[in-house]
């Protein structure tokens, strides 16, 4: 009872990452089933005017570590922005660097058939390193093993070694992009915050 209190209290606190990680558990069931449905959430459609799938792919996981390894972080990294700057910031911010990342994967590998939070999550990464630079608050300080973590397993991607060992696909252009327009937002909004205070 009292476990079931937490994650409703949690949820309560933070309405958009939960409303994210059931949007994402969904998109995952939807990506094991294949199928029509499965192909009107992928990326495209603009010529006929599915712009919702500029964003869906973000929630499309293929397989249970892909699900459970971004919906931790996205846990982890989005409950802050959510905390600090309310549900509308983060909102609009996974959003905004969600169309980007995934236009920056199709135009990288020129397929559309990929998915994950990945890029959204590396923005997320991106724009609190940033903006923690400017906001002196504790939320925003991240633990330096967590960057260092993150940009590795970025490098590892690239490598290509995931691809040749366990035989799976990863969306670079997503993480590259996403952590760069992550990069871009946070200074932009810590150049705001800064400018506020003075």
Do not use: C
């Amino acid at each position: 009872m009292a476990q079931d209190f937490n994650w409703r209290a949690a949820a309560k606190r933070h309405p958009v990452v939960s409303m994210l990680v059931i949007a994402s558990i969904i998109g995952a069931a939807i990506a094991s089933m294949g199928g029509p449905l499965l192909s009107s959430l992928l990326f495209g459609g603009i010529s006929e005017n599915q712009y919702w799938r500029l964003l869906t792919p973000i929630f499309l996981h293929f397989g249970l570590v892909h699900l459970a390894f971004n919906l931790l972080w996205l846990a982890i990294l989005g409950s802050r922005i959510e905390q600090l700057f309310g549900s509308m910031h983060l909102l609009l911010l996974v959003i905004a660097t969600g169309v980007f990342s995934n236009m920056i994967q199709v135009g990288w590998s020129g397929s559309p058939l990929f998915g994950g939070m990945s890029g959204v999550i590396y923005a997320l990464l991106g724009y609190i390193w940033i903006k923690g630079r400017f906001v002196a608050d504790p939320s925003l300080q991240l633990p330096p093993g967590i960057l260092g973590f993150m940009l590795i397993w970025l490098l590892i991607g690239m490598s290509g070694v995931l691809e040749l060992v366990l035989g799976v696909g990863v969306a670079n252009g997503a993480h590259v992009g996403g952590f760069v327009i992550g990069l871009l937002l946070g200074l932009v909004f810590g150049l705001l915050a800064a400018a506020k205070r003075r």
